[in-house]
């Protein structure tokens, strides 16, 4: 077995020709330009890019494909030099079963199965060409046809208050919504980790996915997995997220859920921390954190299976004295991203940077690092070690 670095839940801002596509994420997102940054930038082995449905994304990837810059691989998937895409599709569920909203992502095996899948959801969606559309059918349903495709249905960040399975507090099981036989793995999302999500017994038969749910280029690979297989393709990782055959995630990076945007409980209207009516402006309206609404829903029975381990890294760009120059240095020297993070000796990193910014790039490898905690939409910050 091989070991690759996978972060499956990048966005699209906007098509070839200029169409958005994702309206929240950045225009330089094209499909072009992930896999550059994936395979020359970030390191990246596979990514999972979730607007592969939209016609032109479709269609751009058959000219690469047509011109030789993508092979598209007998067990699924699309070669890009050092990378290997993962089609995919994000879609948001809001059927009678729930009051939702719920996003999840579908990821399709080829381009073929892609293009079939597109053309189901074109009669379910007010606007194929967009990102994160409202799907106008059953949770149980649109799974049943994923699995016809032979695709892979994954629950996204399913903790954040806003858009997810539990976070929106209308349900307090999976099985109210989806069939959870036909769930492959679920994505934790920016504020929680496994210690913490494995408090829901429910959560304890599947493979735990951290994921950057990236809206800009920067974002791809803020959380990522290191996963064991014999190749990158779909089939083997199908495999791996079944745990089969020696297949496997051996790693998750995230960062530590204080840094999310939605750990803390937050007053909606003056921003301050940990009370569902504001000791200071008395306002009632608030947005519930992570971490209280997953100790609203925790049973407490320990998991017995085996995780593998989450290390609280954050991304280069969170590190004091990590700006864009001194970034473009230490990959100018030393290649990808990934290796900065995982690879560079401390002593090697000295001779480059500034030895605090050395010390604390060897910090976040090895999830040493001081923060404080965010909440109603801002990011915690990374304090010192």
């Known amino acids: 077995m091989n070991s690759y670095f996978a972060d499956l839940h990048i966005h699209i801002g906007q098509t070839s020709s200029g169409k958005p596509v994702k309206i929240t994420a950045s225009r330089t997102l094209t499909l072009e330009n992930i896999l550059i940054e994936a395979s020359d930038h970030k390191g990246i082995d596979i990514v999972g890019v979730i607007d592969c449905h939209v016609p032109e994304v479709m269609l751009t990837l058959k000219q690469l494909i047509d011109n030789g810059e993508c092979i598209e691989l007998e067990d699924g998937g699309i070669r890009f030099q050092h990378t290997t895409l993962i089609l995919g599709s994000e879609l948001e569920i809001y059927d009678h079963a729930c009051k939702g909203p719920i996003h999840v992502l579908a990821f399709m095996p080829s381009l073929q199965r892609?293009?079939?899948?597109?053309?189901?959801?074109?009669?379910?969606?007010?606007?194929?060409?967009?990102?994160?559309?409202?799907?106008?059918?059953e949770g149980k349903v649109l799974q049943r046809v994923v699995k016809d495709l032979g695709g892979l249905f994954i629950p996204a960040h399913i903790f954040t208050p806003h858009k997810s399975l539990y976070g929106s507090g209308v349900i307090r099981s999976l099985t109210e919504v989806f069939d959870g036989k036909l769930i492959d793995a679920v994505e934790l999302g920016l504020s929680s980790d496994t210690s913490m999500a494995d408090n829901l017994t429910e959560l304890h038969r599947y493979t735990f996915l951290t994921n950057s749910d990236a809206h800009s280029l920067p974002?791809?690979?803020?959380?990522?997995?290191?996963?064991?297989?014999?190749?990158?393709?779909?089939?083997?990782?199908?495999?791996?997220?079944?745990?089969?055959?020696?297949?496997?995630?051996?790693?998750n990076y995230g960062l530590n859920p204080y840094l999310g945007k939605y750990y803390e409980t937050t007053c909606e209207k003056c921003g301050a921390k940990g009370q569902e009516i504001c000791?200071?402006?008395?306002?009632?309206?608030?947005?519930?954190?992570?971490?209280?609404?997953?100790?609203?829903?925790?049973?407490?029975?320990?998991?017995?299976?085996?995780?593998?381990?989450?290390?609280?890294?954050?991304?280069?760009?969170?590190?004091?004295?990590?700006?864009?120059?001194?970034?473009?240095?230490?990959?100018?020297?030393?290649?990808?991203?990934m290796k900065i993070l995982h690879e560079v000796s401390e002593e090697e990193l000295k001779k480059t940077v500034p030895e605090k910014i050395a010390t604390y790039i060897i910090a976040a490898r090895e999830g040493r690092l001081q923060v404080t905690a965010g909440g109603g939409g801002t990011y915690g910050k990374v304090t010192g070690i």
């Open 219 to 251: 974002k791809i690979a803020r959380e990522y997995q290191k996963i064991s297989l014999d190749n990158p393709n779909f089939l083997e990782l199908k495999m791996a997220l079944a745990n089969e055959k020696g297949r496997g995630i051996e790693v």
């Open 114 to 137: 892609m293009q079939e899948f597109s053309k189901w959801l074109s009669t379910r969606l007010t606007n194929i060409t967009l990102s994160s559309q409202r799907i106008y059918e």
């Open 279 to 337: 000791e200071v402006c008395g306002s009632n309206r608030f947005v519930k954190g992570v971490s209280k609404r997953i100790a609203e829903l925790a049973d407490d029975i320990k998991n017995n299976r085996q995780r593998p381990p989450y290390i609280h890294q954050v991304p280069l760009q969170f590190i004091p004295g990590v700006g864009p120059k001194t970034l473009e240095k230490l990959k100018d020297l030393y290649g990808t991203e």
